[in-house]
């Protein structure tokens, strides 16, 4: 009697052990793209099992589109704990549907005042880029420094922009364009401005390889994207342009979803994607730049563009959501 009590007694110990490591067991589900950056996820991975003894389980998606629909699916029974990668433009969203618990991050105060987009925090930023021309400088000996340079005959058939139906650097342009021109211009100039754009691909890649590949010697695309080829291809030939000074600034987001199951561990996350180890990783992991006013930048990105002046803060976010689709449907029209 006396062994069969001490083996059930084991056997319950065994149970209670098993039970506690799974109660314990804490796996952070973070939704981004399916470029973040290989570097970025380990960093996180490493840094939750040693902190937290935590997994952190990334599901990537191809576009934000689609990421964000799925939210929208989850809503009530939400899957993910964080979010990371969501434009600006898409805050509106966010609070109109309720998706994200507001978290203001420890290092708040770090972040470069004019990138801060919700005062709220629903979504905090962690990087940002311009959106910019690139030109070939093998190609093209004189590149356009204005808004007005684009419409010169000099350069017809040399320019590609990804199409802004289709195309998130294109969309920022397009939003450049009624930011730069206003409502009532900004038609007029892509009108003039067709006849030098030779093709408008439906992708940012499309777009970049028909310049790589030498058939145009201007596109748009980011104004990092020349760092990557001083680090990977060591060249300078490919240079950005800010053209009069401004440019459109990608400000990505990350937020917590609401009714996340592990807020504690989600509200970790935001603070770790704002730490500088993270920050000053992000440069030459995901050529963006850090939002942290004292994340140091790596010498490769001295050939990057900057500019004194965002775009983004001609048009209220609110004003965009309400007209993007006119001004993108009447933006078609003129390019029919």
């Not at 300078?236 to 600034?249: I, M, S």
């Not at 504690?264 to 939002?291: H, N, R, T």
Request: net charge negative; with cysteine.
């Amino acid at each position: 009697m006396k062994r069969s009590f001490s083996s059930l007694f084991v056997v319950m110990l065994v149970l209670v052990l098993l039970g506690s490591v799974c109660v314990n067991a804490k796996e952070l589900v973070v939704y981004s793209y399916d470029s973040f950056g290989q570097t970025l996820m380990e960093m996180m991975e490493d840094y939750f099992a040693k902190e937290f003894n935590t997994k952190v389980r990334f599901v990537l998606f191809e576009d934000t589109g689609a990421m964000y629909s799925r939210l929208l699916i989850e809503k009530n029974k939400p899957v993910a704990d964080v979010v990371i990668g969501l434009a600006e433009v898409y805050l509106v969203n966010v609070k109109a549907d309720d998706l994200f618990t507001p978290y203001k991050p420890k290092a708040a105060a770090k972040i470069k005042d004019d990138l801060i987009f919700d005062p709220g925090f629903h979504m905090v930023p962690f990087d940002y880029g311009f959106v910019t021309f690139n030109y070939d400088s093998e190609l093209l000996s004189t590149p356009p420094k204005t808004y007005s340079d684009l419409l010169k005959p000099e350069y017809a058939k040399k320019i590609v922009i990804p199409n802004p139906m289709t195309s998130s650097p294109g969309q920022a342009f397009l939003l450049s364009t009624v930011a730069y021109f206003g409502e009532d211009k900004y038609l007029d100039f892509w009108q003039e401005l067709k006849n030098n754009i030779l093709v408008m691909p439906s992708s940012w890649s499309i777009a970049y390889g028909i310049y790589t590949n030498g058939e145009a010697p201007l596109v748009l695309s980011y104004g990092t994207s020349p760092v990557y080829h001083l680090l990977y291809d060591k060249t300078e030939r490919y240079q950005p342009l800010v053209l009069d000074n401004v440019a459109w600034a990608q400000i990505e987001g990350a937020g917590i979803v609401k009714g996340a199951k592990n807020l504690e561990l989600a509200k970790a996350a935001i603070d770790y994607l704002l730490g500088l180890d993270m920050q000053e990783a992000l440069p030459e992991s995901q050529f963006m730049y850090p939002v942290r006013v004292d994340a140091k930048l790596p010498d490769s990105f001295s050939i990057a563009a900057d500019t004194p002046e965002l775009l983004n803060r001609r048009i209220e976010l609110e004003k965009v959501q309400d007209n993007l689709e006119k001004w993108l449907n009447d933006w078609e029209s003129v390019m029919r």
